[in-house]
Each structure stands twice: as structure tokens, then as C-alpha cells.
């Protein structure tokens, strides 16, 4: 980590902006590994997060293909 960084937390963002956006699909995929991880101990959340992935992909695809 870089002398400077020292945060606690950081903001994902699973929505595109461009076609192909590399950051928003980096984010999804976090966000995804995230809710599966916890998906045994908080099923509710796990299925939000998982919902909110794939309306962000189907956005994506709409707009951009």
C-alpha cells in the first residue's frame, strides 16, 4: 500500500459510464465476492447485493450493446 493510503474504507460503484467500464465491472465483481463470503450468515443482504450486480450488468447491456 502506498505511504499515503491509509483508508478505512473505499466506494464501490457497479454502474457504468462507458461502454466496457473497466471500474464498474471491477466493482461488481467486489461486490459479488463480498456477498458471497457473507451469504451463509446474512442471506437477506447477500440477496440485495446480488440483485443490484445484475441490475447494473442488465443497465449496461441495454445501453451500450
Do not use: C, H
Request: net charge positive.
Amino acid at each position: 500500500m502506498s505511504k499515503g493510503l491509509g483508508l478505512k474504507y473505499f466506494v464501490l460503484n457497479p454502474k457504468s459510464k462507458k461502454k466496457e467500464d473497466k471500474y464498474a465491472s471491477a466493482s461488481r465483481k467486489a461486490i459479488i465476492s463480498y456477498a458471497n463470503a457473507i451469504r451463509f450468515e446474512n442471506r437477506s443482504l447477500y440477496n440485495e447485493l446480488k440483485t443490484w450486480v445484475d441490475q447494473e450488468l442488465t443497465k449496461e447491456q441495454q445501453l451500450f450493446y
